[in-house]
């Protein structure tokens, strides 16, 4: 410890034993880098040490890019693997609050429309070649049958557009990982960025696990600043998206994030019976 300097763990105990008990259980994709909360001069910095120096520079070379949208914390050192970044204090958003609700949805509107994008062949994605095999794998574990399976892949195919547009995601967008700040929700998970990333993950992954906010407003919002294209690749990506996420929840032992009617539910059209008033039930 530097002089001066006092260093704390950002995450609670229990979230650092829970990470460690799903090691050992063998479970894939648990995360290995570590996060401090760092006091120095006056001033507090997060510090976050991944598990290599390239993947450090990604996220580094993602703050960079994103700096303008001032939606995350700015890089004050990079040493090796370590990154320090800026601490943004302010309340964390809440699922009980309709305007943090309507503050991350916004997020996702600057973020999707306030940076550069590329288009590509949606066919040569790592996500389009994905999702054969992904829902196999989720037939298999018994998630789905194979009839929704087929329905799911004709789906994927009718929504598919000719190109998608990849850029920077913000691809785990829980409540906990942003901050309200006047309003504005920050993002301050900085591990969570991605580059080249077809555009859309991170609001599929948003509405899914807790962000309600109309999918139709979203669009609307982003429609008239990066126009239709990108807008009409979201619910191609958000199909996907979900069935990957269902494959890596498995694979992560964690079947408490799985909502398997957020993806049989996709693509079908509630038509109504002989105009009679349908009766209300209980919630």
Same mark, same amino acid.
């Given at each position: 410890m530097a002089g001066g300097e006092r260093v704390r763990p950002a995450n609670p105990l229990w979230r650092r034993l829970l990470r460690q008990w799903r090691r050992w259980r063998g479970a894939d994709m648990v995360k290995t880098h570590t996060v401090q909360i760092v006091e120095r001069d006056g001033r507090r910095f997060k510090r976050v040490e991944f598990q290599s120096v390239e993947e450090a520079g990604q996220v580094a070379r993602c703050l960079s890019d994103l700096s303008g949208l001032d939606r995350f914390p700015r890089l004050q050192s990079r040493r090796g693997p370590v990154l320090e970044v800026e601490f943004i204090a @302010?309340?964390?958003? !809440?699922?009980d609050r309709p305007e943090d609700h309507q503050a991350v949805a916004e997020f996702f509107v600057d973020l999707y429309a306030g /940076?550069? !994008?590329r288009p590509v062949a949606t066919a040569t994605t790592g996500m389009a070649r994905a999702l054969a095999p992904d829902l196999e794998f989720l037939v298999a574990a018994g998630l789905i049958d194979s009839s929704e399976a087929d329905r799911l892949r004709a =789906?994927? @195919? $009718?929504? /598919?557009p000719n190109r998608v547009w990849l850029g920077h995601d913000y691809i785990d967008p829980i409540a906990r990982n942003f901050v309200i700040r006047q309003g504005r929700a920050m993002a301050i998970d900085i591990e969570a960025l991605c580059p080249d990333q077809p555009l859309g993950q991170g609001l599929s992954k948003a509405t899914l696990r807790w962000l309600k906010q109309p999918a139709a407003q979203i669009v609307a919002a982003l429609s008239p600043r990066?126009?239709?294209?990108?807008a009409? /690749? =979201?619910?191609w990506v958000r =199909?996907?998206?979900t069935v990957a996420y269902f494959r890596q929840k498995l694979a992560q032992r964690k079947p408490?994030?799985? !909502?398997?009617?957020? =993806? $049989?539910g996709l693509g079908r059209i509630d038509k109504p019976r002989n105009n009679k008033p349908r009766q209300r039930r209980g919630l």
């Open positions: @302010g309340p964390l958003a !809440r699922v /940076q550069p !994008r =789906l994927a @195919g $009718t929504w /598919q990066c126009g239709e294209d990108l009409a /690749q =979201l619910p =199909l996907c998206f408490g994030h799985i !909502r398997v009617e957020a =993806l $049989t």
